[in-house]
Structures are given as C-alpha cells and as structure tokens.
C-alpha cells in the first residue's frame, strides 16, 4: 500500500426531510446565495424545502447552471456573489450544479483571470464557503473537492480541485431523486461505478482493505442499480444507491492506492465535442481501454472478473460490465451515440497533443496511441 493522508470535512447529513434541518448549519446572518439548474428543483419540492427551511436567513437565488456547467454562466454567478457580498453558497441540484458553485466559490475572492484556476491550474488560496443538497447520485461532488467545468467558447471541459471547496455540508435525502429521469439514474449508476473502477482498477499494491471497499460498491451497484431503476421509489434501494455514489468519490477507496482516470479524461473530451452525457461516455470508452490494457492491468482485470463477477477470465468481467451498462441502457459502443464522426480518435488525440498531455493512466500506460485505439475500437460497431 502506498503512503497517504486522508480528510474528509464534508459533514453528511442524509435521509429523508434532512433539508429542513440546514439552518443550524448556517450562522446567524450569513447571506445565502442558493444556486440551481435549470428548473428540476422547483418541480420536485426541493426549491420550497430548501426556503422553507433558510426562512430565517437573507438568501438570493442564482438559477440557470447548465449541465455541464458553463464558465461564461458561472461568471455571472461571480458578479453577483461579489456584490451581495454572500456569506455561504448552497448548491442545489446534481453535479453540474455542485461544480459550478465550487467554481464560484473559488472565482469570488480570486484575484486575477478566474479561468486560471481551470486552465493552469492556478492556485485556490481562500473560497467563498459552500454547502450541498443533491438530487443527482453519481458525480461524489456533493463531499469531494473537484469540479468539472466547460468553456463552449473554446471548446474545453476541464477539472480543478481545490482543499477550499470541500462542502461544509452535504444533505442527501433520497426522496429528492425520485423525480430524475430514468436516464438520468443509469448514468449516475455507471458514474458512480466508473469512479470505483478508476480507483481500483490499476495493479495491486496489497492493499487488501481498499480493494475490497471497492468490490464491495461494485457489487453494491450491480445489486441495486437495476432495483433502483426498475422501482424508483424504492426507498432502500434509492438510498444504497445514493450512499455507493457518495463513498466512490469522496477520498476514501483511493486511499494509498494507484489511481487510472484515463476513462474520465478521454471522456471529457467527448462531451466537449459532441455533448454526450458524462456517464455515457465512460461507458464508451472503459470496456475498450481495458482490452487495450490487458498485459498492464492483467492481476487487477482476474481479479475483478473473479471478485465482482464470479467468471475465470479477464474478457469475461469485461464482458459482464458491458452487459450491465447495456441493461441499463446505456450503450457502450461510440458508433451508437449520434453525431460522432469518423476522425474522432484523430482529433482527440490531437486535442491532447495540442494541451501538451501525453499519458494517462496508471504508470502513464494509456498514451495516445493507445487512445487512438481505444476510441476506434468503439467506434467499430
Ligand atoms: O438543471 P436541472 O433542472 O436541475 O436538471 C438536471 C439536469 O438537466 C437534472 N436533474 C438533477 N436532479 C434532478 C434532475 N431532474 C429531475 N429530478 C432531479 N432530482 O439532471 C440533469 C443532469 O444533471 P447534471 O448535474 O448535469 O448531472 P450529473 O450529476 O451527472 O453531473 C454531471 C457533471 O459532473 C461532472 C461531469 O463531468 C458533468 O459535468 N463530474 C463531476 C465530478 C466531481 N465533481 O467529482 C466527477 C465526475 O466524474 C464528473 O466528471
Ligand atoms: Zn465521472
């Protein structure tokens, strides 16, 4: 196992009618700015739970955080918490939302170009502070310090992290995603489990704890996932469900062990040409990386087939994941998303080459032509 150190300050607060007790979270007289999508709160309650519950506070509303969450909108958000002068960010929605607002959080005190922080990575000294209240279970924004944010005007999708935007709180009360589409909940269930691959799916280190943690939300999602879709109000399954989604990203089972993130980042670039939602193009993607990487990945793939899957060979857990992301409806094959075009492999790679990033992956294993193939492997219906 390697060395490592471990924090989480997000506090959780979860269950059902968790949002009528934030206030107690909040000092007296703090100015709130809540902050929204495009609309799923007020139609699902959370929007009058959420003022019900600050109706003791002074709070302003920013709505209209797109998924994918623009800067150009963001920026608007940033003009206004400056001048409200607001004291706390309280984010409502899923991990559009949840991103956005950690980028206002760390655009308000910043001084210098705010896209900095996502382009050069720019140092985030101080953040505005931010709570959560998710409705979307996949991303782990909710207790984890990254976001995820897009440039249309350029083209980019891309991550920073930052210690300041860790949530203070976060309240996952599963009634709040019953409303999601089904679609919505199959791409949170490959999120979710995609985030644990990326942190177990490496080469082993003995780190038998972690591991397992890790297997145990594997088999945790392929359990629920389908209950979870099937019946919506279900309320224990919705909450395991919820619950996995958290703990694959909040710090925990990457704990002292290698880390892969070579799907999320050939991923990203397919949102950021062709729109397709974030799960999906992990989907997209994973099974064929993992062909591609067989030799490096050869001990963690049998033992992933044998763990989670109960099958001898690595093609067969391979196998078995593209089965489950399908049954879910959620294709794993670029041919079947619209619009991509043939060159795709090309022009990532080209992307890459143009951002100076040349390796991916544990041990820098997935370089860009190994990119180059994995993408015209899913292309090759
Ligand atoms: O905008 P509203 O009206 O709220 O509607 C949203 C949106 O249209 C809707 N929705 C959310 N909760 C709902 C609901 N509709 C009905 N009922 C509810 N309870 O769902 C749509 C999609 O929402 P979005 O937030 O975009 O989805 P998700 O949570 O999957 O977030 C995706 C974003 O997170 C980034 C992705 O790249 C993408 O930009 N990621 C963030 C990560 C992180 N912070 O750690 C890690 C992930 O790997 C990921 O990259
Ligand atoms: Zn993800």
């Given at each position: 196992m390697f060395n490592f150190e471990y924090r989480n300050p997000t506090k959780i607060i979860f269950?059902?009618?968790?949002?009528?007790?934030?206030?107690?979270?909040i000092s007296p007289g703090t100015k709130v700015m809540l902050t929204c999508g495009g609309g799923s709160i007020k139609a699902n309650g959370v929007h009058e739970q959420t003022m019900r519950a600050l109706a003791g506070c002074e709070v302003i509303e920013f709505g209209g955080i797109e998924p994918n969450p623009e800067y150009e909108t963001l920026m608007r958000a940033v003009e206004l918490g400056r001048k409200e002068k607001v004291g706390l960010l309280l984010a409502a929605g899923g991990g559009s939302v949840l991103d956005g607002t950690k980028f206002i959080a760390a655009a308000?005190?910043?001084?210098?170009?705010?896209?900095d922080i996502v382009r050069?990575?720019?140092?985030?000294?101080?953040?505005t502070p931010l709570a959560t209240i998710l409705t979307?279970?996949?991303?782990?924004?909710?207790?984890?310090?990254f976001a995820v944010i897009s440039r249309r005007g350029t083209g980019e999708k891309l991550a920073f992290s930052s210690d300041?935007?860790?949530?203070k709180f976060a309240v996952l009360d599963p009634?709040?995603?019953?409303?999601?589409p089904r679609k919505q909940v199959a791409n949170g269930i490959v999120d979710a489990f995609m985030h644990t691959m990326e942190q177990?799916?490496?080469?082993?280190?003995?780190a038998e704890l972690n591991d397992r943690f890790a297997e145990s939300i594997l088999q945790t999602l392929i359990e629920v996932g389908p209950k979870t879709l099937a019946d919506p109000n279900d309320h224990d399954a919705r909450a395991t469900f919820v619950w996995s989604a958290t703990m694959a990203l909040n710090g925990l089972i990457g704990c002292g062990v290698p880390q892969d993130w070579a799907t999320h980042m050939i991923g990203h670039e397919l949102t950021a040409l062709y729109g397709i939602d974030h799960a999906r193009t992990l989907a997209a993607v994973a099974p064929h990386l993992y062909r591609v990487c067989r030799e490096n990945k050869a001990e963690k793939l049998q033992q992933y087939a044998k763990r989670v899957?109960?099958?001898?060979?690595a093609e067969a857990g391979i196998r078995r994941t593209e089965e489950f992301f399908e049954s879910l409806?959620?294709?794993?094959?670029?041919?079947?998303?619209?619009?991509?075009?043939?060159d795709t492999p090309a022009l990532v790679v080209s992307r890459f080459e143009a951002r100076g990033e040349r390796k991916f992956g544990e041990r820098g294993i997935v370089d860009l032509k190994a990119v180059e193939e994995i993408l015209r492997r899913s292309l090759a219906a």
């Amino acid at each position: 196992m390697f060395n490592f150190e471990y924090r989480n300050p997000t506090k959780i607060i979860f269950g059902k009618g968790q949002i009528a007790t934030i206030a107690k979270e909040i000092s007296p007289g703090t100015k709130v700015m809540l902050t929204c999508g495009g609309g799923s709160i007020k139609a699902n309650g959370v929007h009058e739970q959420t003022m019900r519950a600050l109706a003791g506070c002074e709070v302003i509303e920013f709505g209209g955080i797109e998924p994918n969450p623009e800067y150009e909108t963001l920026m608007r958000a940033v003009e206004l918490g400056r001048k409200e002068k607001v004291g706390l960010l309280l984010a409502a929605g899923g991990g559009s939302v949840l991103d956005g607002t950690k980028f206002i959080a760390a655009a308000i005190p910043f001084k210098g170009d705010e896209w900095d922080i996502v382009r050069k990575g720019a140092a985030v000294e101080s953040a505005t502070p931010l709570a959560t209240i998710l409705t979307l279970p996949a991303t782990g924004s909710e207790s984890n310090p990254f976001a995820v944010i897009s440039r249309r005007g350029t083209g980019e999708k891309l991550a920073f992290s930052s210690d300041h935007c860790y949530p203070k709180f976060a309240v996952l009360d599963p009634e709040t995603t019953y409303s999601l589409p089904r679609k919505q909940v199959a791409n949170g269930i490959v999120d979710a489990f995609m985030h644990t691959m990326e942190q177990y799916l490496t080469f082993p280190v003995h780190a038998e704890l972690n591991d397992r943690f890790a297997e145990s939300i594997l088999q945790t999602l392929i359990e629920v996932g389908p209950k979870t879709l099937a019946d919506p109000n279900d309320h224990d399954a919705r909450a395991t469900f919820v619950w996995s989604a958290t703990m694959a990203l909040n710090g925990l089972i990457g704990c002292g062990v290698p880390q892969d993130w070579a799907t999320h980042m050939i991923g990203h670039e397919l949102t950021a040409l062709y729109g397709i939602d974030h799960a999906r193009t992990l989907a997209a993607v994973a099974p064929h990386l993992y062909r591609v990487c067989r030799e490096n990945k050869a001990e963690k793939l049998q033992q992933y087939a044998k763990r989670v899957w109960g099958e001898e060979s690595a093609e067969a857990g391979i196998r078995r994941t593209e089965e489950f992301f399908e049954s879910l409806g959620v294709p794993t094959r670029l041919a079947r998303y619209e619009g991509v075009q043939a060159d795709t492999p090309a022009l990532v790679v080209s992307r890459f080459e143009a951002r100076g990033e040349r390796k991916f992956g544990e041990r820098g294993i997935v370089d860009l032509k190994a990119v180059e193939e994995i993408l015209r492997r899913s292309l090759a219906a």
